[in-house]
């Protein structure tokens, strides 16, 4: 029976899995609570600060549709990248190079394009300006730097983001409360059933940035992939036999094991799947959904209240310091002037798990596919200050979101979410014991996955390519 369990796992580019027992899960559903807190904290940047405001304010609020059926699928998308880890330990871009050696790098690549430019550290740089003053760019610098720091010397690495991105959900959640009691309008109000009873398809929007909220509402791109290492981290399912990322200064780094694992389907491990697989879907939906709507739909009414018809509005963080100022102009200072300090300090937390998940999935691909007798941990950190470095030179060089560079933006996140949609489809149904397989209805959400995000990515391709095209000239 074991070796039947481990011969079903693709051995020509990786090494065999080795049969373990499934540990038992926790007692209590509070301990396995943090990785859809971080996925909500890494999250609540773009679509819940700029995006979707920005939409509302446009159109009002009849695209709040695209939040729900975008958070909805990455549940969907979540959750089979979590059942493979839960099975096995390894990552999904592990299980994907088991078909092809070469798909980590390529899914690494993408990510490393979609996340080259500053963007997060620049605009929460940006709003710290419109604060305090100061320079934009050497602001950002100092913010790169303060992240490298960050997680080069936390013990452990997940612990310390999921404290900072849980107190980071803690501050929004707060400053919308105060929002409900000041800000947002009874006519906002009024307004929201619209999102249900007259939703809309507003292309005059423009395909990337449909897509982008589609892609952007909670997570996106290259994130979600990162659920596989930050739920292995906390230590879920067969995850617990894998040490976790420490620093290569403050922590004590563990002997790594060259493999996954699978358990033999026998009545206990399949008691405590069950009651694994159950807890891992009720922390999703209760920390990275709930939380990534709720907060969508409320930062929406309060963009709402202020700067609804309010011509040339930018979509881009210019766009905050209008409704920043409208803020303070219609609530008070004071709240304007809280708006910009949350949504700085929120951007700021987007950046930390930016260079986090960036970096981690590259390093886990290295070690596992091409590095296998380097320190996962030492090509980590790496990473980390590669990546740092890059945008430290980026900056300096004055590049401001360049066209080419936005347009790979726009387009990167929902191309990955397409590929590896279909790569889940394969791997957690012809790799996996059949009794702990994707039932019909999740691979239905799976084929979804792969039109909704194949569609609107050819199509932005599409638009945006004929925009470059006359750019250039």
Known sequence: ??????????????????????????????????????????????????????????VGLVFLWAAAVGIVTQWFLNMEIERYTLATGETALTGFSRFWRHWGLVFAIMVYFANLWPGWAT???????????????????????VIGVTLTLAPVIYTAL??????????????????IGFAISADAWAELPTAVTAPDFPTELGFALMLSALVFAGAGGGQNLCQSNWIRDKGYGMGAYVPRL??????????????????????????RWR???????????????????????????????TVFGTPGLANSVEFLRIEGETLKATV???????????????????????????????ADVLKT??????????????????????????????????????????????LMMFIYSVLLLLLNRRVLPPEIRPRVWRVVALV???????????????????KLLDWMG
């Open 123 to 145: 605009s929460s740089a940006t709003m710290v300006t419109y604060l305090f003053g100061g320079n934009a760019t050497w602001i950002a610098i100092g913010m790169l730097l």
């Open 275 to 305: 009651r694994w697989w159950r807890l891992a879907n009720q922390e999703q939906a209760l920390t990275f959904a709930l939380i990534s709507f709720v907060t969508i739909v409320l930062m929406s009414l309060l963009s709402y209240s």
């Open 369 to 414: 596919s091409y590095l296998r007798s380097r320190s996962e941990n030492r090509i980590y950190f790496g990473l980390v200050w590669g990546l740092v470095a890059i945008g430290i030179v980026v900056l300096l060089a004055g590049l401001n979101q360049p066209l080419p560079l936005l347009v790979i933006a726009a387009c990167v996140g929902g």
């Open 162 to 179: 999921e404290r900072i991105e849980g107190l980071k959900v803690i501050l929004v959640v707060l400053f919308i409360a105060v929002a």
């Open 448 to 466: 979804w996955s792969v039109l909704l995000f194949g569609v609107f990515s050819a199509l932005t391709i599409w638009q945006q390519g004929a």
């Open 332 to 362: 008070g200072g004071w709240f304007g002037t809280l708006f910009w300090l949350i949504g700085a300090l929120s951007l700021f937390a987007a950046a930390l798990g930016i260079v986090d998940y960036t970096s981690r999935l590259a």
């Open 1 to 58: 029976m074991s070796e039947n369990a481990a011969g079903r796992f693709p051995a020509r580019h990786l090494p065999q899995v080795v049969v373990r027992d499934l540990p038992p899960p926790p007692a209590s559903a509070r301990r396995v609570i943090g990785p859809g807190v971080v996925a909500a904290g890494v999250g609540l940047a773009s679509g819940e600060f700029v995006l979707y405001p920005y939409i509302a304010s446009q």
């Open 246 to 271: 420490v620093s290569p200064v403050t922590g004590a780094e563990e002997a790594a094991p060259g493999t996954g694992f699978i358990f033999e389907t026998t009545p206990e491990n399949l008691t």
